[in-house]
């Protein structure tokens, strides 16, 4: 359970060391002589240490014993270059865990799991004396097209908030700082320099912010991010209001911000707006504006005091992961891998019970697809890891199967094909049609999809459709597995297949996870952390995205994914939250109950869920909140928690939920604050957005507080205030109009009027110094 009102950890972060202990390095530095240091520093070495060393390292003050701290890729495991560095994945790494990508973490909705997964990439960074891990990234899925939506959890900002959080709690509770990146509104790899993201308020705060909000109260990263991009045309390295007033003032964040590589180019306002350190070495480009905005008065020592400081905070936090000797668990971190991997598998589809199939019992299975003995794994670019091994799905189907079937394998296509191969397609018909039942692995190729451009497409490779119609009329009983870091197209062809699984991109130990679930060592639980839709142009942002001419208007607003379609009752081919299982579950005794009644409502929520079927199973409850009656346009439903049940075979669990009043609340930019709106809720427990099992009604009081009236408010504004809607009354009763009382579309007409225009009417029975002396009132 997820509660929306969640009491902030200590300053310091889960995990993170105390003055006592901090000690894990001679060169450690410790929290007692952070305000030493900063009294021995001479300008030029505080200077210095606001930029980067090198590529990857900050710059150390070897006289007084500051380290520099070795920051890495990371989000799906750990990227240390040894050698040669780039930030594309262009030279090899030191082997590491390869976990899923963070598209097939989030559809696990398992924030405990993502603690693990945390905890183990903190371990073998501190193996490797590496201080930062560069993740999680939780930009929202904007877009289905984003090139790097595999390194993004989610196109809800809840839910990626959660897990992010879960991630950061996990990371630094092994004493390695975690990097919430990228900060804010980076959904696009085109143009990612320079794009403005053109977002209104609201959209920012309800969707694009809430998930960092959520995840720096509740996990306290010890280091930030900044974006790339411009917001409203400012570059978000450069926004006081987003760095600063946002981000420390309202939210509590007290580590430090960095850039995104070559993420600045104007050194002196991103330190004046709250940017610490700039990565990588600018080779004294950073130094030299920070001096000259120094002499020019743009930007003053206290500013860069305060940088140093942080940067001297995180190295304290730090401290034990400079140690050398440190080690891990290689096969306990295989295992978690493939854990991970098994729970991250969405099965969107098993008609006709095909699967699990049985490794002991019937004819020969066909494994068909490039991807089965190469598997597609891990996102290209900056989150390329070295896996320490490396699992494929064919043999793990051959070591499972054990001899007692026959296993048949095809390529059918190898994966940067550009049209059919026929000798190819040829051999995988003849396998598919000699077997019993035929698994076809399917998916994007690393061409196209990767940081540094979009998708242009939601198709898969021609080549592999070509070949799916070819094998799927030799066989019926077909199997595919999908490896890919955002979503496709499966509407055209998911009619001809009975059984779906979306795989991501596995890590290094889908093979043997992949081949679990396939026979039924394992049963699926994952759970679509994104809509897919039917067509590109059903989806929220097409035809604003990704922008021209240096921007992108965020067009959509705040109907984002599920809220979009939903909304808009649009079909998809699967929606948010969907995901089967080899068992059923069934939902009951759903009640709510309404324990404060305030302009900060807290809402308790209760629902039984019961395992009703043969096998052990996980289901995730989700509870969604809507809103039938408001002042502005908002979604059909929102998520406003959710919870996961591990249930063995007629076991039962009653689940508890909290909603505090954000799950209530909408960003009233009038207001420019949070404001619940009092009247009818209905509270919606569900297997999906479009799978809802239970619901219940409540009635709540919210905020009562009135808007103030102004020269600009309308008629109809002044009638409904408390204090001066009776004066106006009076006035208007009686008058030639009347009508805007008693005529519903006079009242539609001229009530919507200024009132202050309204008193230029020849006969209007309030006068303009009236209006002026109310409003003094």
Known sequence: MTPNNTARPDRRGPGAPTPATNTGHPQAVGFERIDQLLAELTQDEKLAMLDGLDFWRTQPVERLGIPALMLTDGPAGLRKQAGAADHLGLHRSVPATCFPAAAGLASSWDTALLHEVGQALGQEARTEQVAVVLGPGLNIKRSPLCGRNFEYFSEDP???????????????????????????????????????????????????????????TTGQPWTVMAAYNRINGTYAARSRWLLTSLLRDDWGFDGLVMSDWGGTDNRAADLKAGLDLEMPSSSGAGQRAVREGLHQGRVTMPDADRAVRRLLWLSARTGQAAGPGQTYDEAAHQALAKKAAIRSVVLLKNEGGLLPLDPAAGGPIAVIGDFARHPRY?????????????????????????????????????????????????????????????????????????????????????????????????????????????????????????????????????????????????????????????????????????????????????????RWYDTRRVPVAYPFGHGLSYTTFDYSALTVTVLEDSARPSVEVRVTVRNSGRVAGREVAQIYVHDPVASVLRPEQELRDFAVAELAPGESQ????????????????????????????????????????????????????????????TANEWLADARRGPWLLGKLEGSAFQGILDDPAVAALMGSMPLIRLTRFAGFPVAEPDVAVQLLA
């Open 654 to 713: 009653e689940l508890v939920f909290v909603l505090g009043a954000r799950a209530f609340a909408f960003w009233d930019t009038g207001l420019d604050r949070w404001f619940v709106e009092g009247g009818r809720f209905e509270i919606r427990c569900g297997a999906s957005s479009r799978d809802i099992r239970a619901a219940a009604t409540i009635q709540l009081l919210g905020d009562q507080l009135r808007r103030p009236l102004s020269v600009d408010s």
């Open 378 to 562: 891990q996102g290209a670019g900056s989150s390329a890891v070295n896996p320490t091994q490396l699992d494929n799905a064919l043999d793990s189907i051959i070591e499972v199967v054990d001899g007692r079937r026959e296993v048949f394998f095809a390529a059918g296509f190898l994966a940067e094909d550009l049209a059919p191969n026929p000798d190819l397609v040829s051999q995988a018909v003849d396998a598919a049609r000699s077997s019993e039942v035929a698994i076809v692995f399917l998916g994007l190729p690393p061409s196209d999809e990767s940081e540094g451009f979009d998708r242009t497409s939601l198709e898969l490779p021609a080549p592999q459709l070509e070949l799916l119609e070819q094998v799927a009329g030799g066989n019926a009983n077909l199997a595919v597995v999908l490896s890919n870091g955002g979503v496709v197209n499966v509407a055209s062809w998911h009619g001809q297949v009975p059984a779906i699984a979306e795989g991501w991109l596995l890590g290094q130990a889908g093979g043997s996870a992949t081949a679990d679930l396939l026979f039924g060592r394992a049963a699926p639980s994952g759970k679509l952390a994104e809509s897919i839709p039917r067509r590109l142009e059903d989806t929220p942002a097409f035809g604003n995205f990704p922008g021209e001419r240096g921007h992108v208007l965020y067009g959509e607003g705040v109907m984002v994914g599920y």
């Open 158 to 216: 809840l839910l990626a908030g959660e897990l992010a959080g879960a991630m950061v709690r996990g990371i630094q509770s092994e004493g390695v700082a975690a990097c919430l990146k990228h900060f804010a509104a980076n959904n696009q790899e085109t143009d990612r320099m320079r794009v403005s993201a053109d977002v209104t308020q609201r959209a920012l705060r309800e969707i694009y912010l809430a998930g960092f909000e959520r995840a720096v």
